[in-house]
């Protein structure tokens, strides 16, 4: 079974930083790309990052461009959000999900990868 699990969550103030860490499983990680979603009480979701896994091909979100990196690890089957510079309009539910690579970023541009995991909760506080 494909399995991801985003880890890393917590309570930071403006300002600070925090690293996700995306944990898989089930499928062959270098035939994937990874794409980091957020969403916030009453607003869609978002589309903050991805990468594939493959090439190291990253994009971010204009509202995160900068201040967050998106990177793997392929020996643990892993990827990182490292987000730095948080502001209040950062929280929100961050989670992973994953499409094969043939797709290219096409699945996370239109917010439809094929595997999600459970999310972690983000505060950034004023």
């Known amino acids: 079974d494909v399995q991801l699990q985003a880890s890393g969550g917590g309570l930071v103030q403006a300002g600070g930083s925090l690293t996700l860490s995306c944990e898989t499983s089930?499928?062959?990680?270098?035939?994937?790309?990874i794409g980091w979603f957020r969403q916030a009480p009453g607003k869609k979701r978002e589309g903050v990052s991805w990468i594939s896994i493959s090439d190291g091909t990253t994009h971010y979100g204009d509202s995160v461009k900068g201040r967050f990196t998106v990177s793997s690890d392929n020996a643990k089957n892993t990827v990182y959000l490292q987000m730095n510079s948080l502001r209040p309009e950062d929280t929100a539910v961050y989670y992973c999900?994953?499409?094969?690579?043939?797709?290219?970023?096409?699945?996370?541009?239109?917010?439809?990868?094929?595997?999600w995991g459970k999310g972690t909760l983000v505060t950034v506080s004023s």
């Open positions: 999900a994953a499409s094969p690579h043939s797709w290219g970023i096409e699945k996370f541009l239109l917010g439809g990868m094929d595997y």
């Open positions: 089930g499928f062959s990680f270098d035939t994937y790309s």
